[in-house]
């Protein structure tokens, strides 16, 4: 099996700043792609940022400039650090990874449980 658990979220002002942690654990034996997606209250999942084990980098318009998605690759954790929140991006944001296991089957593409990001104005 493998897992990813997140934390970080919380309540935080419009203009503030938090970072989220995503760590992966289990029958690891690489990962590719990491990602973060919010659902708002819509129910709609919508991709913020992914990154790739080389380092690339990408992330949805609305957060350019404000997001900075990042890992380490020896820990197996991607972080998101979120600058100039809105209101906007109040949302459950959830992590989400792909790669291979040490065991059968050996692909994985998993997701977090989610963490809460709340921004008052």
């Known amino acids: 099996q493998v897992q990813l658990v997140e934390s970080g979220g919380g309540l935080v002002q419009a203009g503030g700043s938090l970072r989220l942690s995503c760590a992966a654990s289990?029958?690891?034996?690489?990962?590719?792609?990491m990602a973060w997606y919010r659902q708002d209250q819509t129910k709609r999942r919508a991709f913020v940022a992914t990154i790739t084990s080389g380092g690339t980098t990408n992330y949805a318009d609305s957060v350019k400039g404000r997001f900075t998605i990042s890992r380490d690759n020896a820990e197996n954790t991607v972080y998101l650090q979120m600058n100039s929140l809105k209101p906007e991006d109040t949302a459950v944001y959830y992590c989400?990874?792909?790669?291979?296991?040490?065991?059968?089957?050996?692909?994985?593409?998993?997701w977090g449980q989610g963490t809460l990001v709340t921004v008052s104005s």
């Open positions: 989400n990874a792909n790669g291979l296991r040490t065991i059968q089957p050996r692909y994985f593409d998993v």
């Open positions: 289990g029958t690891i034996f690489s990962i590719n792609d």
